[in-house]
């Protein structure tokens, strides 16, 4: 038996780790970079079941050890990221940017990030590029799987071929939930550790085999030098091949998770192989492997605050280059001045419960960034209540503003799961107005409602996410939104309402990223199978104003700059979605259609409301382009003449 320290592994994890960074500063080129992680999960795996290995092997193992051991490995560089942005946080975000680390820095100093970040995706989840911490995910997995294993190896010690057997069972279950999950729900299988346990426990196959299996020689010892060559070869060619075929649109992890997975092993397999030796083993790469965990941390974070401090636009190249520099140079203080002293050095005893506390101070300090709203008390009274403003999704979305999950339909959902309850019932002679389009149709909701009075009109809401009210449109993004928007015609047939109102996020949809190209003839189309239909009044609005950062933020970023409140601004405001409502006004001029413009109604000399209230700030938009409850109001107030026909705006 041997514990003799493989270079090749640190040059294994440089690999990986560079990956990774490469990927986040230039996903363009290393499209697939992300996989590193997958990289780091079979080292991971192989490295610390083969120290259960030997522990056990020398009786010499307690859990105490062991968690111990992991509390030194991974919570000094941790804390000094998780310590360190907070305060820079302190000074240099905004509230609701500091709430969103507050929350991210509690996850993480809890290890659950991964479920943290599994909980909040969905199709108004905050950009990934604003969330410093996201990485972190990855540390969450480990952890958990670090629970549980330890307990399995040393209730099946002894017994070493049920736990080979028990290994692959494993592996076979957790690949297959990956496969299934990938499929169904991609969001799950990125971030949940059972579909990463087998990459895990691959390493931890590979620990047995060289640790102890009958005849097993040591961690870094290879019995047929002749067939590791080969294997090395065969690896690293998978591993590279990850990072450049595999990119984002894949279906991550699944099947093409075989690559850098089976491809890591297949090196760590073949100690002796000249690949190993001499490519991995060199002494940069090596330096690298060595720093890679602080680097890891550091590189994501300071990509992220810099993007955050550029209005959340896409970092200019040499923005991007310095992160990384300085990323660099504060990994390699991390390890030199707090890594090393702490792992190899100091009381073997008060340490851990040193770093457990300093980790609970920071996951504790975390939370009381996130309940104090982003400690908004540092700005004064006239601006608080906008810089601690937050969508409360769960009431608005679910509850009252978007129906979602009956009214407005996620990317899966079918027309038949429209609820009854998305169509009012009769009231006397009242018309019936029909809402159809996507999420920003979706917006539209609340503030017809709002303004509904009894015996004037019934509101039907026909919304589905990604899915522009286009007759025959085929969407990438929602395979069946055809389907839907099919089925809302048949609907109309037997409805015949009075008025159906059509919007879209008409910006979006310019055929990229999945995203369906407009097409104006289709929008002519449609309007005229309404009109076939016998609908008396089709409305179809243009372009909600769309704004580079959050609205909210709008307003709190000028007064950060020049400390004036303002109710209007071309400051961040997005052209993009002025060319669109250009657009669908000369799509459907000529036609059957009213236009209404929801930029000629909040905007004026190409400055946008960004405040309901000339009083109080409360802000028209909650994200980047979808109405407030109160901006809704506001807009289907303004437009009620327009929709209904003989209704003046009320005051």
Same mark, same amino acid.
């Given at each position: 038996?041997?514990?003799?320290?493989?270079?090749?592994?640190?040059?294994?994890?440089?690999?990986?780790?560079?990956?990774?960074?490469? !990927?986040?500063?230039?996903?363009?080129?290393?499209?697939?970079?992300?996989?590193?992680?997958?990289?780091?999960?079979?080292?991971?795996?192989?490295?610390?079941?083969?120290?259960?290995?030997?522990?056990?092997?020398?009786?010499?193992?307690?859990?105490?050890?062991?968690?111990?051991?992991?509390?030194?490995?991974?919570?000094?560089?941790?804390?000094?990221?998780?310590?360190?942005?907070?305060? $820079?946080?302190?000074?240099? #975000?905004?509230?609701?940017?500091?709430?969103?680390?507050?929350?991210?820095?509690?996850?993480?100093?809890?290890?659950?990030?991964?479920?943290?970040? =599994?909980?909040?995706?969905?199709?108004?989840?905050?950009?990934?590029?604003?969330?410093?911490?996201?990485? @972190? +995910? %990855?540390?969450?997995?480990?952890?958990?799987?670090?629970?549980?294993?330890?307990?399995?190896?040393?209730?099946?010690?002894?017994?070493?071929?049920?736990?080979?057997?028990?290994?692959?069972?494993?592996?076979?279950?957790?690949?297959?939930?990956?496969?299934?999950?990938?499929?169904?729900?991609?969001?799950?299988?990125?971030?949940?550790?059972?579909?990463?346990?087998?990459?895990?426990?691959?390493?931890?196959?590979?620990?047995?085999?060289?640790?102890? &299996?009958?005849?097993?020689?040591?961690?870094? &010892?290879?019995?047929?030098?002749?067939?590791?060559?080969?294997?090395?070869?065969?690896?690293?060619?998978?591993?590279?091949?990850?990072?450049?075929?595999?990119?984002? /649109?894949?279906?991550?992890?699944?099947?093409?998770?075989?690559?850098?997975?089976?491809?890591?092993?297949?090196?760590?397999?073949?100690?002796?192989?000249?690949?190993?030796?001499?490519?991995?083993?060199? &002494?940069?790469?090596? !330096?690298?492997?060595?720093?890679?965990?602080?680097?890891?941390?550091?590189?994501?974070?300071?990509?992220?605050?810099?993007?955050?401090?550029?209005?959340?636009?896409?970092?200019?190249?040499?923005?991007?280059?310095?992160?990384?520099?300085?990323?660099?140079?504060?990994? =390699?203080?991390?390890?030199?001045?707090?890594?090393?002293?702490?792992?190899?050095?100091?009381?073997?005893?008060?340490?851990?419960?040193?770093?457990?506390?300093?980790?609970?101070?920071?996951?504790?300090?975390?939370?009381?960034?996130?309940?104090?709203?982003?400690?908004?008390?540092?700005?004064?009274?006239?601006?608080?209540?906008?810089?601690?403003?937050?969508?409360?999704?769960?009431?608005?979305?679910?509850?009252?503003?978007?129906?979602?999950?009956?009214?407005?339909?996620?990317?899966?959902?079918?027309?038949?799961?429209?609820?009854?309850?998305?169509?009012?019932?009769?009231?006397?002679?009242?018309?019936?107005?029909?809402?159809?389009?996507?999420?920003?149709?979706?917006?539209?909701?609340?503030?017809?409602?709002?303004?509904? &009075?009894?015996?004037?009109?019934?509101?039907?809401?026909?919304?589905?996410?990604?899915?522009?009210?286009?007759?025959?449109?085929?969407?990438?993004?929602?395979?069946?939104?055809?389907?839907?928007?099919?089925?809302?015609?048949?609907?109309?047939?037997?409805?015949?309402?009075?008025?159906?109102?059509?919007?879209? /996020? +008409?910006?979006? $949809?310019?055929?990229?990223?999945? =995203?369906?190209?407009?097409?104006?003839?289709?929008?002519?189309?449609?309007?005229?199978?309404?009109?076939?239909?016998?609908?008396?009044?089709?409305?179809?609005?243009? %372009?909600?104003?769309?704004?580079?950062?959050?609205?909210?933020?709008?307003?709190?970023?000028? +007064?950060?700059? /020049?400390?004036?409140?303002?109710?209007?601004?071309?400051?961040?405001?997005?052209?993009?979605?002025?060319?669109?409502?250009?657009?669908?006004?000369?799509?459907?001029?000529?036609?059957?259609?009213?236009?209404?413009?929801?930029?000629?109604?909040?905007?004026?000399?190409?400055?946008? @409301?960004?405040?309901?209230?000339?009083?109080?700030?409360?802000?028209?938009? =909650?994200?980047?382009?979808?109405?407030?409850?109160?901006?809704?109001?506001?807009?289907?107030? #303004?437009?009620?003449?327009?929709?209904?026909?003989?209704?003046?705006?009320?005051?």
């Amino acid at each position: 038996m041997t514990t003799d320290y493989r270079a090749d592994i640190d040059g294994l994890r440089a690999i990986a780790v560079l990956s990774v960074v490469g !990927y986040h500063a230039f996903p363009r080129t290393v499209r697939g970079g992300f996989t590193g992680v997958d990289v780091f999960f079979v080292i991971s795996g192989f490295l610390i079941s083969g120290l259960i290995f030997q522990d056990l092997q020398r009786e010499r193992f307690t859990f105490k050890r062991f968690y111990a051991r992991r509390f030194r490995r991974i919570f000094p560089a941790l804390i000094v990221l998780l310590a360190g942005g907070l305060v $820079y946080g302190w000074f240099a #975000l905004a509230p609701d940017e500091y709430r969103e680390l507050g929350k991210q820095s509690a996850a993480g100093a809890g290890f659950s990030s991964n479920i943290l970040q =599994w909980s909040q995706s969905g199709y108004f989840d905050q950009q990934a590029t604003a969330k410093p911490l996201l990485h @972190l +995910w %990855s540390l969450g997995v480990e952890e958990q799987f670090y629970i549980a294993w330890p307990i399995i190896i040393v209730m099946a010690y002894g017994r070493s071929v049920r736990l080979l057997y028990a290994c692959c069972g494993l592996i076979f279950v957790s690949f297959a939930v990956s496969v299934m999950l990938t499929r169904s729900s991609p969001s799950a299988a990125f971030y949940l550790p059972m579909t990463r346990l087998w990459e895990l426990l691959l390493g931890a196959i590979l620990a047995y085999y060289f640790t102890i &299996r009958p005849g097993a020689q040591g961690m870094d &010892r290879n019995p047929s030098r002749r067939r590791a060559d080969p294997l090395a070869w065969l690896g690293l060619l998978l591993i590279v091949t990850a990072f450049f075929v595999v990119d984002k /649109h894949k279906a991550f992890p699944g099947w093409w998770s075989l690559l850098p997975t089976l491809g890591t092993a297949l090196v760590i397999a073949a100690p002796g192989a000249w690949v190993n030796r001499t490519i991995l083993a060199n &002494r940069p790469l090596v !330096y690298i492997g060595l720093i890679s965990y602080p680097l890891y941390l550091w590189h994501w974070a300071l990509l992220t605050f810099a993007r955050i401090a550029n209005d959340g636009e896409e970092l200019p190249k040499s923005w991007r280059l310095l992160a990384i520099t300085i990323a660099f140079v504060l990994a =390699w203080l991390t390890y030199v001045l707090v890594e090393k002293p702490i792992r190899f050095g100091g009381n073997r005893d008060a340490i851990p419960r040193l770093l457990v506390g300093s980790m609970a101070a920071c996951g504790l300090a975390g939370g009381v960034i996130y309940f104090t709203d982003g400690c908004a008390f540092r700005y004064p009274t006239q601006i608080r209540a906008l810089a601690a403003f937050r969508y409360d999704f769960e009431r608005d979305f679910y509850e009252q503003a978007y129906r979602g999950g009956s009214c407005f339909l996620g990317v899966n959902g079918t027309f038949a799961e429209i609820g009854p309850q998305c169509v009012d019932q009769p009231d006397g002679d009242s018309r019936l107005v029909v809402l159809w389009g996507d999420s920003h149709a979706a917006s539209l909701y609340p503030g017809l409602r709002a303004i509904q &009075r009894p015996g004037q009109f019934r509101i039907a809401q026909f919304t589905a996410s990604a899915c522009p009210p286009l007759v025959g449109l085929q969407s990438e993004r929602r395979a069946n939104c055809k389907s839907f928007n099919d089925s809302v015609v048949e609907k109309l047939r037997s409805l015949r309402p009075e008025a159906v109102i059509l919007e879209g /996020h +008409w910006a979006l $949809y310019r055929g990229s990223n999945g =995203w369906p190209e407009f097409d104006v003839s289709v929008l002519r189309k449609t309007v005229q199978v309404l009109q076939e239909i016998g609908i008396r009044r089709i409305v179809v609005m243009g %372009s909600l104003p769309t704004w580079k950062i959050y609205q909210p933020r709008v307003a709190f970023e000028i +007064w950060r700059h /020049h400390h004036v409140l303002e109710d209007r601004s071309k400051e961040f405001l997005d052209p993009a979605a002025f060319a669109a409502d250009a657009v669908v006004r000369n799509a459907i001029a000529g036609t059957a259609a009213i236009f209404v413009s929801p930029i000629d109604l909040l905007c004026d000399a190409g400055a946008c @409301l960004i405040s309901t209230d000339p009083h109080h700030a409360t802000p028209v938009a =909650w994200d980047n382009d979808h109405l407030s409850v109160a901006g809704s109001s506001l807009l289907a107030n #303004l437009a009620l003449h327009s929709i209904l026909g003989d209704r003046e705006p009320r005051t």
